[in-house]
Structure formats: C-alpha cells, structure tokens
C-alpha cells in the first residue's frame, strides 16, 4: 500500500520539477539518440560496401562448379543439365524480400583482336535481361548502348580496351580463346557500346557479350559457370544459403557458395572496419554514459533541502531513497522511449534520403563513384537499436541509484538549515 | 606465314586453272579444291627474315617444314644467338623450344598476341588455319593495267558473320603469270592496316613463286619484315610423325 | 569596489565554495575534451594507416617516369630514352629531398613464365632488392623462401602464379620475353620465393626478380630503368610534396614526370577520401556529444543555482554582477578544466602515436590490400583538433551558464526565495 503512495509520489515529484527532469532526461534521451543514429549509419555504410563490392563479382550468393572457385577456368562450368538445376533452385528464393536480381554467366579468358592490335580480355556471357538489374556496369555507359534482349554479335567494352584496339561503336573485332571441346575458335562481334569504370582491369580487361553467343561459340549448349545472386540485404546470405541447398538437394556437382567465400578481402575489409567501429562507439559511449552521470549528479546537489522536506513529511530513510530512485526510474523509461523516437527522426529525417559522402569530399576532386556508391543509407537493424536501449535504460537506472542513497541517510535538520 | 603462304599458293593454283574472267562462285569451288589440296601437300624451304623496326633491324635465317595447315615447324639458322631457337605448330598445340636453357613450352593459343619472333607477323598468322572459302566472298574489283603492268585486283569481302579483323582485303595478281603481287589488309572503316608486297618470282621446287614478300604496317611506313626464300620444296614425303617434340629440339 | 577584480574574485571562491559542482563540470569539459581529440588523431590515424598500407604494397607514393612512359608502358621509353640515366645519380637527387624517406629504381618487362607443361604471361619487374624493401611492403609478404639475389637467376612468384604454374619454392622456371634489341629474351631462373598480396591481380600476374637480371634478359643497359618509386615523409601531402619534386626536377637532362600516388590510383584516392568523409560524421557526433554533454550539465547547475543568485541579488548585487560572476566562472573553469583534459590527454596521444596498442587479443590480424594489417589505435597528430575542440567546449561552457544566469537574474529575489 505504501509502495504505491510513494510512487505517486515519485510521478508527482517528477511533473512539480519538470525543469530539472527534463534537463537530466535530456542527457539520456539525446545519447541514445546519437547512439541510434551513429549505429545505423555505420551499418548502411558496411551494407553499402558489401553491396557495391558484390555487384562488381558474383553477387551475395553464387551457384558454381566445385572447383570452378580457384581455377577460374572453362572446364570447371555447369554443362546444360546442371545449370537448369542451380536456374530453378533460384526460384527458392523469389520472395520480394529476399532475392533482388540473378543471373546466369558464362566467363571465359581468351584474347581480342582488331585491324590496330589484340588484348587478353575476361569475356563474360551475359543475359540483357537480367544483367542489368544485378550488375551496374551498363550505368557506366559512355557511348553507345548496354546489350539487350534479342542481340547476338554484341559486345559490351570498356574505354581502354577501345582505345587500345582502336575500336568504336560498331566497329568489329574477334575473340579467340579455347573452347569447351579444346579447339581454338574465334567469335566476330561488334561494339555496341562502351563503358568507363575508372578502374584500369576493366575498361581494359572486361567485355560483355550475350551468353548464348558465347555458349555457341565455346561449343558448350546451355552452359554456365556461375548463377550469381544478389539480394536485397547481406544479413540474408546465409538464410539464402540454406534455402538454395535445400532446393539442390545436396547435389555434389553444385557448390553454393556466400559472398564472404567468393570474395574474401572484402570480408576482411569489412572486418578491418568493424574494429574501427568498434572503438568510435565504445568512446561515443563513455562520454554519453559520462553525461548522464554528470546531469543526474547536479541535479543532486540542489535536491537536499528536498530530500530533508520528504523526511520531515515522515518519510523514513529508506522510503525516501526509494521515491528518489523511482523519480529516476520514471526519468530514465521515458528517456529510452522519447530516445528511441528521436533517434529514428533524427536519421530518417537528415539522411532518409541517403547520405551523400560525395558532397563532403574535397571539390576539386571530381567523383567517378567507381567502387562504392558514396550514397549511403542508414540501416536499422533492431538487434542493435536494443542494445543502445538497454545500454541507455542500465546508466540511467544505476545513475539514479547514486541520488537515492543520498538521499536515505540524512540530517533533516541539518538539511532543512542551509540551502547548500 | 602459314596462312598467307596458303592464300598466295591457293590463288596461284587457281589461276593456273582457266582463263579470263572468274566467276565468284567457280572461285569457291576452285578453291575448295585448292583447300583439299593444301591439306595433303608437304613442303619445306630456306627463308631469310630481315625486320626493320623503330628501335632496331634484324635478320634470321629459318628451315621451314610444313604439312597442309595443320602443321608446321620453323627452326632458326642464324644469328648464333638465336639458332637452335624453333616454333612448332601441331594441331592445335603451339610449342617453341629454346636451345639457351634447353627448354620447350607450351604457347596456350590466348597468350598469342606478340610478334612472332618480333616481326611484323603475329602468332596468329602463324598458327591459323587458311579459311578463306569459308571467311571470304570473291570478286573482281579492277581488271586492267596499273604500273606498266596487266593485273587483275580481287576484293575479299569478309562473310558477315567471319571471325576476321579485316574489313576488306585487296589481291593484286599479274595476268601475264598469274603471281601475285600485293595483299592490302583493310579495317572496316577502310584505313589500310597491312600491306604485302610480292617480288623476286623465281621458280623454286618446279614452280613460279614470289620468292620476296615484304609485310609493312599501315601506321608504322618505315618498319618492315621481309621474308626471302632461297630455296624451296613440296610434296617431300613428309608425314604428321615428322612434326614432334623430339624433332623440335632438334639441333639441325 | 575596483571595477572588475572583485568579481573575478567572486567567481574564484564560488568555484571553491562549491567543489562538487565545479569538480563534476570540469569532468565533463575535460573528459569531452579528451573524447573529441583523442576520436579526431584516431580517424586520421586510421585514415593514414589506410593510405600508407594502399601506397606501400607497390605503387608507393611518388612515382617518377619519362616523359612519355605513361600509360602505354612502351617498353623502350626508359628514363633518359635509349640512352638511359645515371640512375644512382637520379636516386640521389631524389633523396635529397627532405620529405622523400626512400626512392628505388625499377624496370618493367612482359613475357611468359613456364614449368613443365603450364606457361602463363607475366609481368616481370625488375628490382634493387634492398631499395625495394624500404619501399614497398610487398616483399615483407613472402609466404615461402626468401628474396632473390642478382646475378643467381633468381626470382619470386605471386601465389597464384605458382599454382598455375605448379611449382614450388627450388623449382625452375623458364622466363621468355621480348628483348630490346628484338630477339627473345630467354633464360632459366630458380624460383626462390612466393608472396602472397591477397590481390589476385598482383598474385596471379607478377614475378619480381633483380633489376640488373631482368636488365640483361631484355638486353638492356644497366642505366635504363623505367621507374623510380619513392615513399614520403607524408602521404597524405603527397600532392604538394609531388610538385615540389618536380619543379627541382625541371630541365634536368632526361625531361621526366612525377606523379603523385593520387594521380596513379585514383581509385584508392577515391576510397580514402570517402574514408575521410565517413570520419568527419563520426567525430561529428562525438563532438555533439561531449558539448551536450557539458551544456547540459552546466544548465542544470545553473538552475540549481537560483535561490542562491536570488539571496546575492537581495543583497544589493546587480544583474549584470551576477552575469559577469557566471561567465567569469566559466571562464576560469573552462581555463582549469581544460588545461586538466590537455594533461591527460596530451600523454595518451603521444604513448599512442609512439607505441600504437594492439587490439589483437579482440580480433586476430589479417591481410587485406596486401599487407598485414594490424587492429592498432593508431594516432595522428594535428593542431586544428585539439584547438578546434577545446575553443568549442570552452565557450560552451559559457554560454551554457549564461543562459539559466541570465534567465535567473530577470525574476525579481524575493520571488525566487520564495521559490514562486
């Protein structure tokens, strides 16, 4: 019964002080809030990265012979009966939410030549349908036009290659490299148009042509050497994983490999950051954990004639350490919710758009946005917004513990003399 | 060299066949058997190579031995240097040896982009099958007199779909003896990239050959390879055995 | 009353008086202090450690070339032509030039590698084992043997290289390229070494050997060289420190071309000046944070103070007296404190920036960009930090207390006693 007079009272104290509640809320609720915010931008930036990094390879997930990982070569590719199989386990993953794009490649070395000149070139055979959602190679577009459905003798090239093979659109040049029977056969094709990436081992290295031009001309029907995935987040590799291996049924011709495997030094990239990361936030702690203890210890100092008045009232020592450190329970619950809220506001509304990097680079450098998309999107993810919650709700909590016991053992009269 | 031996070879054989004027169509067929011919045909020769080039000038003496297309094996004379050194083309295998470290590798065909030997002939000249039958269409583009000189000038036409780099290719023969005397290697958009000069017709192994062709690039004038032949042979009873690894690392 | 000094005099004893309140708001000033420098030398620091770790596996940070080397790579463009350089002439120059720490000469040359049946094209650089060592970090990252010795026909191999030719460490290799006087190159080399960069680019195509070796293998002169790489006292200066070399280097007798790393990987410029950005919203929010912090606390002691401003205004004082008491405060708190969070942070940036601490025991060291890279904290220094940090929260300080002062000094005293 009592317990509950002393909560109300606790409610009450903390409506008639709505200043310093405020104040000392304030510390909490703003942590929690830049928390929240420092958070989702660090994981939009690793996802950003992983995403860029991804579209440039073989996506989140990839479908590949065994082997076909360190050789890299023809013979390790999925002939026509295989790559149906790793085509429809794809379809295991068409949920909105999961699965954003897939393709079927076939990729083979070989050399390219013209009139001028030739060039060791990576070939990939690509679908113009798909490609386009997967990989952004064609937003790189300088002349010309990406591949589309329904072309046959069409090549995607980069700007070096062309330069150096003196090459433009429409111009002809021939691919050689050895087929899947072992022969040397060479392909004719044609620019149809040409990209810039920046990146010298692709507009030099890099040509795209229609993958049943090349499964023609490689003497391999229907074959790939990869379906590569990309998906609408990178938590979701390893659920995809499991999904796709479940759906080949344990198929020993099959690997289904994530994205970590295929590439690993962005693996280790993202791992580099994470220490980083590690440490910004572990500092971005202390100092809100430092000013919440600060605030709540201020706001003791001038609450002793206070703490005297509750004892006079007839409250015992313990009673009025109780009210006090309800008063800061109260403080602190409210402070986690109107956290939390601030928090997303604060983020979707500055940066709901994207955060553009780009804008806070130096001007005088003019961005190709080669490997990463400096736009980076805050991700919430709520694993992470509850442990800056309860982070939040802990210090606040132990921090009232601090005014509570001072305010149980007391000398009202003492207190009640001087304001001090 | 293979292939514009082929080429120069098939063409002469043709004219040796009928007069006047050659339909596009009887061409095919003519050639066609020329094709079939060259298959079976051995043939081996003394060649000189002189290269002039921006940096520096060359020359190598090379024994060549060849059957039909698919074989072939050129090994080098002179300059001490570089004797011993030898190219082997087998199938579709290319292999060169060299005497300094004794040594043979193996050529994968996408590794062929250099010079061969650092002339202005590539890997790829050497090792590509002749397919003009199936990469060309025929006509005649000039008949009449250039130079002091009755010619007849074929204009090869790449069939659409061919795997050839060239936009067009231009024959010059003589009409008198039917030699030829020069190839121009065009791009599509009609710039010169190559041209080859015939000289020096002499009778060799009991036929009229162009014994001196010049290669000259388009965008270099003033470089060039010029291959001599002192002496050449065919039909020399020479089999698929005769193009091994054994004989390619042979010193003679 | 002499004007001013009484109450400077003022404001010093009320600190004193009131130890717990100027104790817990000089905590907040110099701990805030401390966080914001001490995240600010870190993001340079990783930043620099980025740039240093990027430049240093091979393309170092200041390259020198002739004229028109660039970006053909024609092979008989060396430094001073077909005539050549003195190059340890050139070297010496160079490193006469106090920001340049260590320059090295190198010749490229592009053939095939072959062993037993596997031949693969190469690139082939030429270079001064001990030069190259205080250059480059790449041949710090040998997995197996050791470094090349000239005049042994020795030579290492990237580790993809080696499976593809499939050889091991005292296996020979055959090395095939074209010469400068234009016959074949060719002769036998025993592989000594295999590094491993973790970039399939440089594992799979590079094979190191020593310079005069690889200059006698393409008949080259000993004074031809087509490089010389350089690291700097500053990477990050590179830029200026480039044209500075360059306009030494002017009219010199072979016309070269410096270039500064930027200009040669624009990309991994690109990468670190995003970095950069991403850092300047990390110690945004610490920055935001740390005055927060302290403002709050300030406006909550500040309000706390009120019945005390209200008895000192009963007493005869004015309400600019009672403002100037508050912003002196400020000022000699702000003075003290940070002097205090200088202290304690100056050492720690120092014992970082000297001795780095290893986070190893958190997460273990891998490779990444090719060299091994180290989850340390380490340290830049700068001036605009520490500055920029402390003039923020000093003058928070102030005005977080002039506020609420302000605000108090408008209720008329006996209100305030009266707590109305």
């Known amino acids: 019964m009592r317990i509950l007079i002393l909560i109300r009272l606790s409610a009450r104290s903390v409506g008639r002080n709505l200043r310093r509640s405020v104040l000392t809320a304030a510390a909490m609720v703003v942590g929690l809030a830049l928390l929240i915010l420092s958070r989702a931008l660090a994981d939009g930036t690793h996802e950003q990265w992983i995403d860029s990094a991804v579209a440039l390879g073989v996506g989140h997930v990839a479908i590949q012979a065994p082997g076909y990982l360190e050789t890299r070569k023809l013979e390790d590719r999925l002939d026509a009966p295989a790559a149906e199989r790793a085509v429809e386990a794809v379809d295991a993953l068409f949920e909105p939410a999961l699965l954003r794009a897939w393709v079927p490649r076939l990729s083979v070395g070989g050399l390219a030549s013209s009139a001028s000149s030739a060039l060791p070139v990576q070939i990939l055979g690509v679908d113009p349908a798909l490609e386009p959602s997967f990989s952004a190679l064609q937003d790189r577009l300088e002349e010309g036009r990406y591949l589309e459905p329904g072309d046959r003798l069409q090549a995607f090239v980069g700007v070096e290659l062309a330069r150096r093979l003196e090459l433009e659109v429409g111009s002809r040049f021939v691919l050689t ?160 919710f109107f956290g939390v809220i601030l928090g997303y506001a604060v983020t979707w509304g500055f940066f709901g758009d994207g955060l553009d990097f780009s804008a806070l680079m130096d ?43 001072r305010a149980t053992r007391f000398d009202v009269a003492e207190a009640m003399k001087f304001d001090r | 060299m293979k292939g514009v031996h082929a080429l120069s070879a098939g063409l002469f054989l043709l004219f040796a066949v009928g ?25 081996r020769g003394v060649v000189s190579m002189e290269i002039t080039t921006e940096h520096w000038a060359r020359k190598l003496d090379m024994e060549v031995w060849s059957l039909g297309t698919e074989y072939s094996l050129v090994r080098v004379q002179s300059p001490p240097r570089e004797a011993g050194m030898a190219t082997l083309k087998a199938d579709q295998e290319v292999w060169n040896y060299l005497p300094r470290v004794d040594r043979t590798i193996k050529v994968p065909p996408s590794l062929m982009m250099g010079s061969w030997m650092g002339s202005h002939f590539t890997n790829d000249d050497l090792v590509k099958e002749s397919r003009i039958v199936d990469d060309y269409e025929f006509e005649i583009a000039f008949e009449g007199e250039r130079d002091g000189e009755d010619i007849w000038e074929f204009l090869l036409i790449p069939k659409p779909e061919a795997p050839v780099v060239w936009g067009r290719v231009e024959y010059e023969v003589r009409k008198r003896d039917k030699m030829p005397t020069s190839v121009r290697y065009y791009d599509e958009d009609g710039d010169l990239a190559r041209s080859m000069e015939f000289s020096g017709f ?44 054994r004989n390619l690392r042979a010193r003679r | 009353m002499s004007g001013d000094s009484v109450w400077w005099r003022v404001a010093w004893r009320n600190l004193w008086r009131h130890r717990a309140r100027t104790l817990i708001t000089a905590s907040g000033l110099a701990f805030g202090y401390l966080a914001a420098v001490l995240m600010i030398g870190l993001t340079d620091g990783m930043a620099a450690e980025l740039v240093e770790n990027g430049t240093r596996l091979l393309v170092g940070q200041v390259q020198v070339h002739a004229d028109d080397y660039l970006p053909e790579r024609n092979m008989y463009r060396t430094i001073g032509g077909q005539d050549g350089t003195d190059v340890q002439g050139l070297l010496d120059q160079v490193e006469a030039n106090e920001d340049v720490s260590n ?69 020979e290799v055959v090395v095939v390229a074209p010469a400068a006087d234009g016959s074949m190159g060719n002769d036998l080399f025993t592989l000594v070494g295999i590094f491993r960069t973790g970039t399939p680019g440089i594992d799979a195509n590079y094979a190191m050997l020593p310079l005069n070796d690889l200059q006698y293998l393409m008949a080259m002169d000993v004074t031809r060289v087509h490089e010389i790489v350089m690291t700097v006292e500053r990477p990050w200066d590179t830029q200026g420190i480039a044209a500075v070399l360059a306009a030494e280097l002017e009219g010199s007798d072979p016309a070269v071309r410096v270039r500064p790393w930027m200009e040669l990987r624009p990309e991994l410029f690109e990468y670190v000046s995003l970095f950069d950005a991403a850092n300047l919203i990390i110690v945004a929010i610490i920055f935001v944070m740390a005055v927060f912090g302290v403002a709050n606390t300030m406006l909550i002691g500040t309000f706390e103070r009120r019945r005390e401003f209200a008895v000192v205004r009963a007493l005869g004082t004015t309400p600019g007296g009672v ?98």
């Open chain 2, 19 to 43: 007069p006047a004027a050659v339909e596009a169509q009887t061409a095919r067929e003519i050639l066609d058997e020329v094709d079939r011919l060259m298959r079976g045909e051995s043939s």
């Open chain 2, 202 to 245: 002499v009778t060799l192994g009991g036929r009229l050959v162009p014994a001196r062709m010049d290669v000259i690039p388009a965008d270099k004038p003033e470089e060039r390879t010029t291959l001599i032949y002192h002496e050449l042979d065919f039909d020399i009873g020479l089999d698929e055995s005769f193009f091994s690894l």
């Open chain 1, 177 to 336: 490299a050895q087929t899947a029977t072992g022969d040397v056969q060479g392909q004719l094709v044609r620019v149809v148009g040409i990209f810039r990436t920046a990146i010298p081992e692709m507009d030099e290295g890099l040509i795209h042509i229609p993958i049943e031009t090349a499964q023609g001309w490689l003497e391999a029907p229907g074959a790939v050497t990869g379906v590569a995935m990309m998906l609408e987040t990178s938590e979701a590799t390893d659920l995809a994983i499991t999904r796709l291996e479940a759906a080949l049924g344990g198929d020993d011709g099959l690997d289904v490999l994530g994205w970590e495997e295929t590439s690993p030094e962005l693996a280790d990239a993202i791992r580099i950051d994470d220490v980083g990361d590690y440490i910004f936030h572990t500092i971005l702690f202390a100092i809100v954990a430092l000013a919440i203890l600060n605030s709540v210890m201020m706001a003791v100092l001038g609450r002793r004639r206070e703490f005297g008045i509750l004892q006079a009232m007839g409250l015992t020592g313990p009673e009025t350490g109780f009210v006090v450190f309800f008063e800061g329970l109260f403080v602190t619950a409210a402070s986690g």
């Open chain 3, 103 to 171: 320059a090295a000469a190198r010749l490229y040359g592009g053939g095939l590698l072959s062993s037993g049946d596997e031949t693969r094209a190469g690139l082939l650089l030429g270079v001064d084992p001990d030069r190259e060592l205080l250059v480059s970090t790449l041949l710090d990252g040998l997995v197996e043997g050791r470094l090349p010795e000239t005049g042994a026909w020795e030579l290492i191999v990237g580790s993809e290289m080696a499976e593809q030719l499939e050889v091991n460490v005292g296996d």
């Open chain 1, 363 to 405: 001007s005088d450098m003019s961005f190709s946005g080669t490997i990463i998309d400096p736009v980076i999107y805050p991700t919430f993810s709520i694993d992470q917004i509850l442990v800056s919650v309860y982070s939040i709700v802990i210090i606040g909590t132990l921090a009232s513990i601090y005014p509570a016991l």
């Open chain 3, 323 to 420: 403002g100037r008491t508050v912003v002196y405060e400020g000022i000699i708190l702000g003075t003290l404190a940070l002097m205090a969070g200088a202290l304690i942070t100056t050492p720690i940036l120092v014992w970082f920036h000297n001795a780095p601490p290893d986070l190893s025991a958190l997460t273990s060291g891998f490779s990444f960009g090719g060299s091994q890279w180290r989850p340390i904290l380490r340290v830049e220094y700068s001036w605009q930090g520490p500055i920029a940090s402390a003039v923020a929260l000093f003058l928070t300080s102030i005005f977080a207390a002039m506020y609420p002062a302000w605000k108090a000094t408008r209720i008329p005293p006996a209100d305030a006693l009266a707590d109305r």
